[in-house]
């Protein structure tokens, strides 16, 4: 399968800082890419869609201008978790979706997450 | 109408044995169903797909069940190994749709 490259794979911050993690497509150009916030022992909550060369569309109860999200190019996106605070902490998981000629909708590959802590 | 229900929440077997996993949905404009094996600590990883123009696919020891009236979908790991222990999440999505609906997830253990 493709593969997606997400960094770091944890990082560990203090409280009032940001963090930018970044989600990597390394052998295909993915033109939508995804960010996943996981609880433990939870399912995947989709946080936003990542449109290369245009603004992300959030979904409900996120905070737009605290998860920062940036797709400037078609093999990078990046997740910016802004002032960061202690009920941040959670895994973060990207997902980017590989073209297939002809078919409007294609299987998505993820990242191996990235596991923030915020003290 | 857009849920996805997967049951059960968690699941002991005994090496060898054939754990299966079921997934239900209410939106018949679902037409990808695909499932992902997610080890702790690791991001998901695809293990094995289908279209509901198919009522079977086996990939390897996996297989995914497709039951299109009844709006359901299993996956069954044969011959299953201590190596399987991992949470499965099965997933749908619409046609022109971007992105996917999980399932709750399902904690497999393989007891050796």
């Known amino acids: 399968g493709a593969v997606v490259s997400q960094h770091p794979s944890w990082v560990i911050c203090k409280s009032g800082t940001s963090v930018k993690i970044e989600c990597r497509s390394l052998?295909?150009?993915?033109?939508?890419m995804f960010w996943y916030r996981q609880f433990p022992k939870q399912s995947l909550m989709l946080m936003a869609t990542?449109?290369?060369?245009?603004?992300?569309?959030?979904e409900q109860g996120v905070e737009k201008d605290k998860f920062l999200i940036n797709h400037a190019s078609l093999t990078l996106s990046t997740l910016t978790v802004t002032s960061a605070h202690p009920e941040d902490s959670s895994f973060y998981i990207c997902?980017?979706?590989?073209?297939?000629?002809?078919?409007?909708?294609?299987?998505?590959?993820f990242g191996q997450g990235t596991r923030l802590t915020v003290v | 109408q857009q849920q996805v229900k997967q049951s059960p929440q968690s699941l002991i077997v005994q090496k060898g044995g054939i754990p299966i996993i079921n997934c239900a949905y209410e939106?018949?404009?679902?037409?990808?169903f695909p499932w992902y094996q997610q080890f702790p600590g690791k991001g998901p990883a695809l293990l094995i797909a289908?279209?509901?123009?198919?009522s079977e696919k086996k990939e390897g020891r996996f297989t995914i069940s497709f039951n299109k009236s009844a709006k359901q979908f299993s996956l069954h790991i044969m011959d299953s190994q201590p190596g399987d222990s991992a949470t499965y999440f099965c997933?749908?999505?619409?046609?022109?749709?971007?992105?996917?609906?999980f399932g709750p997830g399902t904690r497999l253990s393989v007891l050796p």
């Open positions: 289908i279209r509901p123009d198919v």
């Open positions: 052998d295909f150009q993915a033109t939508t």
């Open positions: 997902s980017a979706k590989l073209p297939e000629a002809g078919r409007p909708n294609t299987e998505a590959f």
């Open positions: 997933a749908a999505r619409e046609n022109y749709g971007q992105n996917f609906v």
């Open positions: 990542s449109n290369e060369g245009s603004k992300a569309t959030y």
């Open positions: 939106n018949t404009a679902f037409d990808y």
